[in-house]
Structure formats: structure tokens, C-alpha cells
């Protein structure tokens, strides 16, 4: 099993930066791929990056490509999510997911202001 809890996430102007970070729990955190989505109003769940279980490959959405970086720290079972030169279309609901598991986190809002 494997619990994720989401946080860093809130209110920030065009332009600026976020760091959201996941922690999980459970003992195969280290051995799955972690992946970050999101949801915006009204639409359905996006995927947005994913990092393999050493943290030497990863993967992005092609809209994020260059403003979000995923990276892990599994001495610290946390995953996160660099997020620059947000814009007003990055407001969303932001979701970690152990993809060994499917195990999703509760969410994380993110906002950002025009």
C-alpha cells in the first residue's frame, strides 16, 4: 500500500513559481514510478510528468516541457514538482500518483492569478 499526501500548492501571480512535494508512506515508494497531474475546473484529470523509480529518466506533457521539472528524493519518499513561469491556464487541482500502486494523493490547488 501506499498513502500520498500533496502539498506546497496556493494562490500565485503569472509568472511565478511553485514547488509541490508528495510524501508517501508505505515501504514501495523507492521501486514504483511517481507521476503528477491535474485537474482543472470542468475538465477531466491531465497528466503532466512522470519520473522513474532511480529519478534518471523522466517524461512531460509537452505544454509543461521546460517550466515543470519532476524530480525524487527516495531517502525522503517525497516526489515533487517545480513549477515556473506559471500561467493563469496552470489553475488546477495537482495530484501525485504512485503508478505501481494507482494510489492517488488528496490534491493540491494551485491558482494562479492573471
Known amino acids: 500500500q501506499a498513502q500520498l499526501v500533496e502539498s506546497g500548492g496556493g494562490l500565485v501571480q503569472a509568472g511565478g513559481s511553485l514547488r509541490l512535494s508528495c510524501a508517501a508512506s508505505?515501504?514501495?515508494?523507492?521501486?514504483?514510478?511517481m507521476a503528477w497531474y491535474r485537474q482543472a475546473p470542468g475538465k477531466g484529470r491531465e497528466f503532466l510528468a512522470i519520473?522513474?523509480?532511480?529519478?534518471?529518466?523522466?517524461y512531460y506533457l509537452d505544454s509543461v516541457k521546460g517550466r515543470f521539472t519532476i524530480s525524487r528524493d527516495n531517502a525522503k519518499n517525497t516526489v515533487y514538482l517545480q513549477m515556473n513561469s506559471l500561467k493563469p491556464d496552470d489553475t488546477a487541482i495537482y495530484y501525485c500518483?504512485?503508478?505501481?500502486?494507482?494510489?492517488w494523493g488528496q490534491g493540491t490547488q494551485v491558482t494562479v492569478s492573471s
Open positions: 508505505g515501504r514501495t515508494f523507492s521501486t514504483s514510478d
Open positions: 519520473v522513474d523509480w532511480s529519478g534518471g529518466r523522466t
Open positions: 500518483k504512485h503508478e505501481a500502486s494507482g494510489y
